[in-house]
C-alpha cells in the first residue's frame, strides 16, 4: 500500500530525529517524582525550553510525577522510561478544559509537528478518583454539569492524551491506564504512528482504547487494548474532514462495547483502510461495526484475518439517518475475509468493572448483520472465508420474528437510532441478517448452531444481485430446513 509505505517511512525519518536529538532530564527543571508534588508548572516549562532550544526528549526517570494539563510543543518528545510513571492529578481543577478543543485532558498538543510519547513507562490517569471527585463537585454546586447518568459530560472528565491538528507523532512502548473520559484522542492529525502500546483503560464510563478522528495516514500495530468502551474507535466529527489511509496489524482487544469501530460520530466519513490481524475477545457488543448514520461515506475498506472469541456480535454493517443534514451517505467496497468467530450465550464482558448494559430484550441471540437504507443501500460487501459459531437455541416463546411479510415488514427501520447490533430486537434468522443492499458475496462461509433455532441462518430482504458460493450450514435437528431465506430479493445465486 502506497499510504503505508509513506508512514513507514516518515516513521524511519522521525526516528532518526529522536535519536539524534538532545536529552533533558525532568527533574533538572525542579520536576520532582515524589508522587506528592504536584509538577505542573515544572513540566510545562521544561516542555517550552526544549521546543525553544531546538527540540529533544524530555526523559523522565524512574519515578512518580503527578501533572495536570500540559501541552506538548513541536519537536519534543516525552521519553518515560522503565519505573517512570506520570500520574495525573486527582484534583478535576488541575486539568484545562481547551478552549479550541472543548475537552480536559492531561497531555495537550495542538497545531504542533513532529511530536512523540515514548519508553517503557506508563500513563496513569488515576481516572476513577478523579471522575467521582468532579461528581462530589457538582454535587456541591461547585461545577456545573448536567450529570447523565451520575456521571459527568465526557468533555468534564480528563483523558490522558489530546492531540488536535498535528503532524508527525510517534507514540510508542508505553502504558496508558485509568483515563477519567476517552483514554487518547487524535483528531484532524496527519501520520501517526503507534506501535507496541499497552492500553488499560476500564477505570470509568466512556474509557476507550483508542480514538482517531479525521486522521490522514495513521499506523496503529502490536497493541493490546482492555477497555471498558470502545477498543480501536475511528470517528469523524467534521463534514468537511475524512478518516482516511490508515492500516492496524496485529492489535489485540476486549471491550465492554466494540472492538473494531467507525463511528459513531461520522460526519465525513472512512476510507482506504487494511486491518489485519486482528483479535477480540470478551467483548460486549460488534468485534466489528460500520456506522455511517451521520451522512458518513465509508469505502475501500479491507479487514484480513480476525479472531473473534465470546463476542456478542461479530458483524454489524449499517448506515442510519441520525444527524446527516441531507448528506447522503453511503458504504461500499468493503472486503471481511480469514474470520474464526464465537458468539456466546450469555454475556461476554461479564464482571468487569464497567460493564455493557443489558439491553435491546426481549430478542434471542442476535445475528451478524449488513443493514442499509431503502434509499440508501449498503453495496459490493464481500465476506470470505468466514466460520461463526453461534449458541443457538432460540426460543420463539421468548421472542419471534417469523418469515411472513408482515413480520418481516415489521422490522424496524429505526434510520434515526443510535447504532447497536441490538437495536432491532428479534431479527429474523441466526447467523447472517442483510436488508437494503447490493452486491453481497458469501464465499466459503461457514454457520454453525450448536443447539438448534426457529429462524433460518439467513434472511435476505430487500437485496439485489446475492451470490454464496460454498456456504455450509450446520444446524442440529435441520435437515431438509431452508436455510437461506429471501425476500424482495431478486438475482439470489447460490453455488
Known sequence: MIYKNKITLFFFLLLGFQLSAKDYVATEFGVKNDGLTLN?????????????????RLVFES???????????????????????????TNPFDYVKDKKIGWMSMIFAVNQENIGITGKGIINGRGFTTANNMVNYIHRGVFIDPLKYDRPNETNRPQNIYFREC????????????PASWNQTYDQCKNLYVDHITVDSKSYWNNDGIDVVDCDGVVIKNSYFDA????????????????????VDNCVGRSSANGLKFGTVSRGGFKNFKVTNLTIFDTFRSAITFAAVDGGEIENIVIDGVRSINTGNVIYLRIGDRWSSGKKPYMKNITISNVYAEVPLGKPDAGYNFEGPIEDLPRNISPASIVGLVENKIQNVTLKNIQIVYPGSG???????????AELDGVPEMREAYP???????LPAWGFYVRHAEGITFENVTFTALKKDYRPSVVLDDVKNATFSGLVVNEPESIGKQQVFPYKTSNLIIK
Open 228 to 247: 471498558a468502551d470502545d477498543v480501536l474507535c475511528f470517528k469523524s466529527h467534521s463534514a468537511q474532514h475524512i478518516c482516511q489511509n490508515v492500516v
Open 420 to 426: 447497536e447490533f441490538s437495536q432491532f430486537k428479534e
Open 63 to 89: 519515578g512518580n510525577y503527578v501533572t495536570g494539563s500540559i501541552y506538548l510543543k513541536s519537536n519534543v518528545t516525552l521519553q518515560l522510561d522503565y519505573g517512570a510513571t506520570i500520574l495525573g492529578s
Open 40 to 56: 505542573t508548572c515544572s513540566i510545562q516549562k521544561a516542555i517550552d525550553f526544549i521546543h525553544e532550544h531546538g527540540g529533544g
Open 395 to 405: 426460543n420463539p416463546m421468548y421472542a419471534k420474528r417469523g418469515l411472513t411479510p
Open 167 to 178: 503532524t508527525n507523532i510517534i507514540i510508542t512502548d508505553i502504558t496508558l491506564k485509568d
